[in-house]
């Protein structure tokens, strides 16, 4: 069998840059089948304009880089990867600027010292995230996993000899999903239906979620919430957490997370309402989305990555 074509990227960041926190994020969300994380390595299926083949990501520190290696007839779109990538990792961010921003907040300080380098974990696909979101409404994140395994094997495309057992699974497309039987799949059937109605909307062109040309202005960061918000079985928590990762907005803004309220509780009873833990967050704009993966890698630190976020 022929060897795969193979292109290499050097994604640069500016340090520092918290790599194992990053692969611990994806790891413990990691959909079963199409993406995996190994011996200090991102590992996934991917699909670019109607090409597919295999994405390995390493980090590189002594360069202050990712290498991303690109195998199959994909690698062929390795410079028009280079910035998708780069968001996913989110690799344009400034650390510096951050904690600028942050650092002199008391609740933060120590949050930003433990954990100089941490990240915004971006997403392949808007649209992926929005499923896995769904199918994390109320659930665990182990649960979640487990049901998008599930996804995947009712309504993916198997990779038919493939290498790698963990990521010889394309992750199903829109119209797939939609029209996939998702009966006994360990959700409840409102659910099942906000997914599938999700998934029609998007493969018919109804809802527009992962349009093409980030960085997103202001208003397409806007319309972007509006539309996902307008789609049944969606609300407010969903729609920021797909601005954190997907759209990769740097005050994407979690509210009502249930560890997020809690973490904020903890550090000062009185904010016990959504409303009051709004006002606290505005001081923390335009970064609060890293405020809210500091709260979550606090958790997570203590509970080995089976919470936050």
Not at 98 to 110: F, H, I, S, T, Y
Request: contains cysteine; charged residues 20%; positive net charge.
């Amino acid at each position: 069998m022929p060897k795969p074509a193979i292109a290499v990227l050097h994604l640069p960041y500016q340090p520092p840059f918290d790599w194992p926190r990053m692969l611990r994020f994806f790891n413990g969300r990691a959909t079963i089948g199409v993406e995996a994380v190994e011996n200090g390595a991102y590992l996934r299926a991917i699909e670019w304009e109607g090409d597919a083949g295999t994405l390995a990501v390493t980090l590189d520190a002594a360069k202050h880089c990712l290498v991303a290696t690109l195998a199959g007839k994909v690698s062929r779109h390795a410079d028009a990867l280079a910035a998708p990538l780069s968001r996913m990792f989110d690799l344009q961010a400034d650390p510096a600027a951050v904690k600028k921003a942050l650092g002199a907040d008391p609740w933060l300080k120590p949050l930003l010292k433990a954990a100089p380098g941490l990240r915004v974990p971006g997403a392949w696909s808007a649209f992926e995230l929005v499923v896995r979101t769904i199918i994390g409404q109320q659930v665990s994140v182990k649960a979640a996993t487990t049901i998008m395994g599930r996804v995947v094997q009712r309504a993916g495309q198997h990779i038919p000899d493939h290498g790698h057992a963990l990521t010889a699974w394309r992750f199903p497309t829109p119209a797939a999903l939609a029209d996939a039987d998702l009966s006994s799949i360990g959700m409840p059937g409102k659910r099942v239906a906000a997914l599938q109605g999700l998934a029609r909307a998007v493969a018919e062109g109804a809802a527009v979620i992962d349009p093409p040309g980030q960085p997103y202005s202001q208003e397409q960061l806007a319309q972007l919430r509006q539309t996902l918000l307008a789609q049944p079985g969606i609300g407010p928590w969903t729609v920021e957490y797909v601005a954190m990762r997907a759209w990769r907005d740097p005050d994407g803004w979690p509210a009502t997370d249930l560890v997020l309220m809690q973490a904020i509780a903890a550090r000062d009873a009185a904010l016990v309402k959504p409303a009051q833990q709004k006002q606290r967050s505005l001081a923390w704009a335009p970064y609060r989305a890293y405020v809210a993966q500091h709260l979550w890698n606090e958790i997570a630190d203590r509970a080995n990555g089976e919470r936050g976020g």
